[in-house]
Structures are given as C-alpha cells and as structure tokens.
C-alpha cells in the first residue's frame, strides 16, 4: 500500500540555520508529492509540490525535489526565521486518486 | 479565492450527544474531503465527494458518522451518540478533480472543528 516516513521531531534550529526534514515514501504508480505546513490551532496550509520524477517544488525559500530512484522528497531550506516554527508533514496523492496519504508530521522550533 | 471555511471552530459535548460541523469549500471545487487528525499524527481520510455524490467512505467511518453534500456545495459531517475516541480535529478539504486533463490537484483545507468529547 501506500505510505509516507518522515523523520521525528522535534527538530530544534538556530535562526538562519540550514533545515532538512526528511521524508521516503512508497507508492504504486506515479504520486504527486507534497509539503504540508501547519501552525498551532491552524488547518494545513500547501507549502510546495511536485507531480513527477526530478521536479524541484518550492516556495517561501523552502525546496523539495522528488528523487524518484530513491522513493524521496525532503524538504530544505537555507536559513530559517522563528516564524518558521510548525509542523511539517510530507503527503502523496497517487495518479487518479483521491485520498492524500501524510505523514506523522515533523515538529520544528526555530529559536532566535 | 476565500479559501476552505469549517464551523465551528471548537465543539466540546458530553459523550453520547450528537454533533454536527460544516463546511464551505472553494466555490470552484468540485471535490470535497473529510480528514481525522489526532494528536501528534497525521490527518486520516475519512470519506470524500464529487459534487454531491459521496464515492469513498473510509472504514474509519463508523455506523455513528455521515456525512452528506446535498447540492454539491456545502457539506456536514453528524457524530451520533459521540464517544471519548471521537475526541480530535476534523480538517474539511477541497480540489478540482475528475475531470479530463486536471489529475492529482492539490487538497486545500480549512482550519478544522476541534471537538472536546466530556
């Protein structure tokens, strides 16, 4: 079946500290692969996306590529703020279908 | 573009109550989805629209909960006889999708119904 692994939290960074959540999946077919951010008593907001092989989502200095020879789409960013704190969650929605599949999600606290 | 809108925002009820939350998607989404998010996991799928037609009910879904989408606009979510387990945030979302040529659209969510089971 379909599945996203991402790494546990929480992560804790320096303001202007490089970021790296990882994240794996394992899908039938061809997903399109996506960054979820969501921030205390709020619902999920699209951070970026990617729908095919070596497409590079981005979008608020966050990137991800999909690295499909390695089931992988991490996030990144180079410098990261204090309003960056959130949970993160990494999601695949395969080919045709309906329902996104996330992952546990990824805490980040960011301090100044 | 006003974004995915869910009432209420709280809901807290004595168990064995029913409850009952809404919600408004974008107005050109023709798909809607419900979701379950507990504490420190994921959002689970619950079921989901298109237009008015409810084509997948996860076996998450229990006997106690409906969901309907009578004019393939709004949508309500009922917990009957609600339970303690029934405690968490229900995420409404919405897409296009179904149509020729638009697959695999990313799913816009509201802000949730937390609900608070006594």
């Not at chain 1, 990882?22 to 039938?28: Q, R």
């Not at chain 2, 298109?50 to 106690?64: F, G, M």
């Not at chain 2, 387990?85 to 040529?101: H, N, P, Q, V």
């Amino acid at each position: 079946g379909n599945s996203v692994t991402q790494m546990e939290g929480p992560v804790t960074l320096s303001e202007e500290a490089f970021l790296t959540i990882n994240c794996t999946y394992t899908a039938t077919g061809y997903p399109s692969l996506f960054w979820y951010v969501q921030y205390p008593g709020e619902g999920l907001q699209l951070l970026l996306k990617a729908t095919k092989a070596d497409d590079k989502g981005s979008n608020k200095g966050f990137e991800a590529t999909y690295r499909k020879e390695t089931t992988s789409f991490h996030l990144e960013k180079g410098s990261v703020q204090v309003s960056d704190s959130a949970v993160y969650f990494c999601a695949l929605l395969n080919t045709g279908g309906f329902k996104t599949i996330f992952g546990a999600g990824t805490r980040l606290f960011v301090k100044a | 573009d006003t974004g995915v809108s869910q009432d209420p925002r709280h809901k807290i009820t004595k168990r064995g109550q029913n409850v009952t939350f809404r919600c408004d998607p974008i107005s050109e989404h023709n798909r809607l989805y419900w979701y379950r998010q507990t504490l420190g996991q994921g959002p689970e799928f619950l079921t989901y629209f298109q237009n008015e037609a409810q084509l997948e009910k996860s076996r998450l879904l229990s006997d106690r909960f409906s969901a309907e989408r009578p004019k393939g606009s709004f949508s309500t979510l009922e917990i009957q006889r609600t339970e303690q387990g029934d405690s968490a945030m229900y995420l409404c979302a919405s897409s296009r999708g179904g149509r020729s040529g638009v697959f695999n659209q990313p799913q816009h969510f509201g802000d949730g119904t937390r609900l608070s089971i006594l």
